[in-house]
């Protein structure tokens, strides 16, 4: 196999600038520049899934600290001081804080640029726009396959808010649309929350295609001291999934960015809840599949018979295919059957050398074990 990976780097956005044109409307031009993991070798490696899930449950425990002090102090004014309110003592600073979208269950972390390292981890913020509030227009972005892996669920009407210690803001949506690198984004006199993602939203695959929902802004308020304990309950440790392939397997070729690999798709089965979707989880349960896909092919291509019994001991070493150079001929489609969080099985199907080639890997507990492969 070639030690080349064929998935694309995730957007990262540049070149931003506001403007107000002639009648004080304020529009954004986004410049959007989209690298490839082949060109640059930008790695994809599998147990960066799980570090993004940790740093993304960390993260959101930190806000949620930093709302939840706030939250108390905030009620202490309110309790000591008659005349006192809370909002003349709590005062607002902008900057990292919650995203929440009631509609599609979303609650997330956000944090500064959009950097690959904070997207692995967080809803990134363009630093060349305003943080949210009235009169300002601030740009979020987030990886497919991850935060907003539903955003072309909302409709117009549907509320968003922010939160930061303090403050919360209201945001109403007005729509979104599909577009291209560099195309300009009009967005309300009275402030605007633009989100940006890759379009398709399930994609696996380098896409330049970009998913845009623009909501207006609409109220401001204090911080209420009930959204710290609703948001403390979408904190869920991370999983470290196992995978029961043969030690002898050097772990660099089971990483996706050490195999010339078509992406495909990721779709559901089952009853998934919407936080499942809308995290890390999903890519950690595809990392543990593709381990398993890997395995599978690199015992094929180094005729290793005893490492295929060992990944799946129930179906014959196919030796038709043992010794050769293995090539990816079509995008690996993948879907995971989960019920809430609990994941039950993954399977992965594409086609090597022209032969079709599909991998179901069944979870039990933290363990995925290979239960077959099947050939045609």
């Known amino acids: 196999m070639k030690r080349k990976s064929n998935l694309g780097a995730h957007a990262m956005i540049s070149d931003k600038a506001i403007v107000r044109g002639k009648k004080g409307g304020i529009r954004i031009a986004i410049g959007i520049v989209l690298v490839t993991a082949a060109a640059v070798g930008i790695a994809y490696p599998i147990w960066w899934n799980n570090r993004s899930a940790t740093g993304a449950a960390n993260l959101l425990r930190k806000d949620l600290t930093k709302l939840q002090q706030t939250s108390k102090g905030a009620a202490s004014t309110r309790t000591v001081g008659s005349t006192q309110s809370a909002s003349q003592t709590c005062k607002a600073d902008p900057g990292p804080g919650i995203l929440s979208i009631p509609k599609l269950s979303l609650t997330a972390p956000v ?23 009235p009169n300002s227009a601030s740009l979020f972005a987030a990886h497919d396959v991850s935060f907003f892996s539903r955003l072309n669920q909302l409709s117009p009407g549907d509320i968003i808010t922010y939160t930061v210690p303090c403050a919360t803001y209201t945001f109403k949506v007005e729509g979104a649309r599909i577009t291209s690198p560099g195309s300009p984004i009009s967005v309300p006199n009275e402030g605007a929350l633009i989100l940006d993602t890759c379009y398709p939203p399930n994609a696996l695959w380098y896409t330049p295609d970009r998913y845009i929902v623009t909501a207006s802004f609409a109220s401001s308020g204090p911080q209420d001291p009930r959204v710290a304990s609703s948001l403390s309950s979408q904190v869920a440790p991370p999983i470290n999934y196992t995978v029961n392939v043969p030690p002898t397997i050097p772990p660099q070729e089971l990483q996706l960015a050490n195999n010339s690999q078509e992406m495909g798709q990721l779709s559901f089965t089952g009853s998934p809840s919407a936080s499942f979707q809308q995290s890390n989880a999903p890519l950690q349960v595809e990392a543990a599949g593709l381990e398993g896909w890997f395995a599978i092919l690199h015992a094929i291509e180094s005729n290793q018979p005893t490492w295929w019994k060992a990944i799946v001991s129930n179906v014959a070493f196919p030796q038709g295919m043992a010794g050769g150079t293995l090539k990816s001929t079509s995008p ?12 039950h099985s993954i399977t992965l199907t594409g086609s090597i050398n022209s032969t079709s080639i599909k991998v179901t890997g069944t979870f039990t507990g933290t363990q995925m074990s290979v239960s077959d492969v099947v050939f045609n």
């Not at 690996?332 to 994941?343: A, H, N, Q």
């Open 332 to 343: 690996l489609e993948i879907t995971e059957d989960v019920t809430g969080s609990t994941p």
């Open 111 to 133: 944090e500064q640029g959009l950097t690959d390292g904070v997207l692995n981890i967080a809803i990134g913020h363009d630093p060349s726009t305003s943080w949210p509030g």
